[in-house]
Antibody
Framework: EVQLVESGGGLVQPGGSLRLSCAAS????????MDWVRQAPGKGLEWVGR??????????ENAASVKGRFTISRDDSKNSLYLQMNSLKTEDTAVYYC????????????WGKGTTVTVSS | DIQMTQSPSSLSASVGDRVTITCRAS??????LAWFQQKPGKAPKSLIY???SLQSGVPSKFSGSGSGTDFTLTISSLQPEDFATYYC?????????FGGGTKVEI
């Protein structure tokens, strides 16, 4: 079964850091680009960023709202995706989802259940 | 950035109704459009990709159409499990952007 499981969420103070993880199983993780998407309480979906696969040099794309503060990385040997979040702001409070990108159409076909990040003093 | 505008933002419908949701892009995105369904407290679920292609395992009562800037999602006969919020998303250009969502209520 194809599965994505996020972890690492929690309560952090403004200005703090947090690292989210996404464990993948049931498919060849290294063949896929991966995305992070977030959803603030009661709000819509916001794309956070993308990391490409090894053949594309693991290059990344980020939303302007997180550029310079969030870093996406992956470890194909561990079938894991990461989101390093620094200089957190209260507006970063959200459920964070990881999503798999299909290798042909480049859309999000599988999503994890999400992990909650709360930035508050 | 490409703005995605969904309408309506919410609608009330009955079981058996045919429902249509519209999504408009602020500039042309070819057919690089996906639709997602999200139920309260759950992760989004992929329904449609490439504007009109049905994700594997999704029932055929869901259909999508459009190209360029104007797109629609249609549910042919609404069932109780279809009451949810629906989002469109363009994947033509970075940053990827979502519509604001359409809440389908009883």
């Amino acid at each position: 079964e194809v599965q994505l499981v996020e972890s690492g969420g929690g309560l952090v103070q403004p200005g703090g850091s947090l690292r989210l993880s996404c464990a993948a199983s049931g498919f060849t993780f290294s063949d896929h680009y991966m995305d992070w998407v977030r959803q603030a309480p009661g709000k819509g979906l916001e794309w956070v960023g993308r990391i490409r696969k090894k053949a594309n040099s693991y290059t990344t794309e980020n939303a302007a709202s997180v550029k310079g503060r969030f870093t996406i990385s992956r470890d194909d040997s561990k079938n894991s995706l990461y989101l390093q979040m620094n200089s957190l702001k209260t507006e970063d409070t959200a459920v964070y989802y990881c999503a798999r990108i299909t290798p042909s159409e480049y859309y999000m076909d599988v999503w994890g259940k999400g992990t909650t990040v709360t930035v508050s003093s | 950035d490409i703005q995605m505008t969904q309408s309506p933002s919410s609608l009330s419908a009955s079981v058996g109704d045919r429902v249509t949701i519209t999504c408009r892009a602020s500039q042309g995105i070819r057919n690089c459009l996906a639709w997602f369904q999200q139920k309260p407290g759950k992760a989004p679920k992929s329904l449609i990709y490439a504007a009109s292609s049905l994700q594997s395992g999704v029932p055929s009562k869901f259909s999508g159409s459009g190209s360029g800037t104007d797109f629609t999602l249609t549910i042919s006969s609404l069932q109780p499990e279809d009451f949810a919020t629906y989002y469109c998303q363009q994947y033509s250009t970075y940053p990827l952007t979502f519509g604001g969502g359409t809440k389908v209520e009883i």
